[in-house]
């Protein structure tokens, strides 16, 4: 190990595969990083609340000491990980932000998280998350609030806050995330870093219960660079052979230097209207699709595609249905209902008095859509939409309830731009688009055919060469 390597600031702003190539040539030691890590979590995360169920630092700096002493395992051999708190890592509590599983400790680590174990993280504990991951606000009975880096007094989005915050703050290097409803592109968005929802399928959930039927929720990469985003995704990805779903794709790393000059940019800005947006998203969105043609991207507005009413009705139906799938089992249990947040309830009294037939026809409009993105698609290599239709909202606000002047009718209608890529299982990315007025970082969405992955990674390393804004306008933190 070099005398002269970074110190405990300098290792905080690293990306992972910087950390990695470091690592590897023993210009530093697994537990010069993980000295750096608990450093920068004592110092940030108090204000911040992003990271919970802090593993013991003693054992952690033992684990970093065998790390630094074993034989490589993969890219990630040594550099600290927290997992999102809806995920199992085995020795960690799984709370799911819920007083019902508060303290639970988990007994295996979830397909995943093995994965990125098995590449050589160290798992140091865990990031918050909203109750069960329901409002991509991250708020819970059982930690609290996380708070906005760029404006404490702000959410971070969610349902994968805590890693957006722990990434943006240079607590972690990356981080893994969830995306259903936004989950990795709105947290993204709000924290000025990158989120990717992968193409449905890509990275397998958990060989539990139904298997066949969900096919919204999908885990996913978060990094402040499309290279530690390519590179976790690919640790990530490849089919389980215990699901039917999934298949073999190529790794994303190894060509994400390719030209993107030619690749053509559909922008769907607020969908005819459909989608109400907070002054100044729109605006600045437009500017980032400037910064896009500018790198030989041409870029064309398009009409609606598809209903955006249709889209919505499909959405909401098979979303229900599926939370009432996965919490209905507490809903049954009455003193279990009296411990559950009433968007909670919502979600799973509407799925349970779905039909059959309901459920059928929200499919058929799944895969219309489906069908309609995919001629979309012959055209365009990508589709754009803002990542978000307000700016970070105040901490103590459970969702906005109106958004310029159009009352909101559920507790996530705001969040609707993100739905037609949940929808139709394709992939997303939320790339940095800057900063509005009032010092708050918005992103742009930019979404490809199902498998189309690797072009959405090279198009977003075109745009982190040209603009770096994590690197540019990191936040001002107090334990900076």
């Not at 893994?176 to 397998?204: E, F, K, Q, T």
């Not at 499309?226 to 190894?254: E, N, T, V, Y």
């Not at 229900?320 to 559950?340: E, I």
Request: glycine share 12%; proline share 9%.
């Amino acid at each position: 190990m070099s005398a002269g390597g970074p110190g405990t600031q300098g290792l905080a702003g690293l990306g992972a595969l910087d950390l990695s190539d470091m690592l590897a040539r023993r210009e530093i030691g697994a537990e010069e990083v993980m000295r750096a890590t608990l450093a920068r979590i004592e110092a940030v995360n108090p204000e911040i609340n992003a990271i919970v169920s802090l593993r013991d630092g003693d054992d952690l700096l033992a684990e970093a000491r065998a790390a630094d002493a074993a034989p490589r395992k993969g890219w990630l051999h040594g550099v600290p990980l927290a997992v999102k708190d809806l995920a199992n890592a085995a020795g960690l509590p799984t709370s799911r932000g819920s007083p019902l599983f508060a303290g639970e400790i988990a007994a295996a680590d979830d397909l995943h998280i093995a994965r990125l174990r098995a590449a050589g993280a160290i798992v140091i504990g865990k990031t918050n998350t909203p109750e069960f991951g329901l409002g991509s606000h991250t708020f819970n009975p059982v930690f609290g609030a996380t708070r906005n880096p760029y404006d404490p007094a702000r959410s971070a989005g969610g349902s994968s806050g805590g890693a957006a915050a722990a990434l943006a703050t240079g607590m972690l290097a990356v981080v893994d995330g969830s995306d259903m409803m936004g989950s990795l592109r709105n947290p993204a968005a709000w924290c000025n870093v990158y989120g990717m929802r992968p193409s449905w399928g890509r990275v397998p959930s958990e060989p539990q219960v139904d298997t066949f039927l969900h096919q919204l929720s999908t885990n996913g990469p978060m990094a402040r660079n499309p290279r530690d985003l390519a590179a976790l995704l690919d640790s990530m990805s490849g089919p389980d052979p215990r699901q039917p779903h999934g298949a073999d794709a190529a790794p994303c790393l190894p060509d994400i230097g390719a030209d993107v000059a030619g690749r053509r940019i559909g922008w769907l800005g607020d969908w005819g209207g459909a989608y109400p947006m907070e002054e100044g998203i729109l605006a600045l969105c437009e500017t980032a699709l400037h910064g896009l043609e500018a790198l030989g991207c041409p870029v064309e507005p398009l009409a609606p595609p598809f209903p955006a009413a249709q889209i919505w009705q499909g959405w909401t139906v098979l979303r229900s249905w599926a939370v009432a799938a996965s919490l209905g089992p507490l809903h049954a249990d009455p003193d279990h209902r009296a411990a559950l947040k009433p968007e909670a309830l919502w979600e799973i009294e509407r799925g349970l008095r779905l039909d059959g037939m309901e459920i059928h026809r929200a499919s058929v409009i799944r895969s219309d859509w489906f069908a309609a993105a995919a001629r979309l698609f012959e055209t365009f290599d990508v589709l754009a939409l803002p990542a978000a239709q307000v700016w970070p909202f105040p901490l103590g606000w459970r969702y906005p309830d109106r958004i310029a002047g159009q009352e909101m009718d559920s507790y996530h209608r705001w969040m609707e731009v993100v739905v037609p890529a949940s929808l139709a299982g394709l992939p997303a990315i939320s790339l940095p688009a800057g900063f509005g007025p009032q010092g708050l970082p918005m992103g742009l969405q930019i979404i490809g055919p199902r498998g189309a992955d690797a072009c959405l990674l090279q198009l977003a390393r075109a745009w982190h060469e040209a603009t770096d804004w994590p690197g540019a306008r990191p936040p001002e933190t107090r334990g900076a």
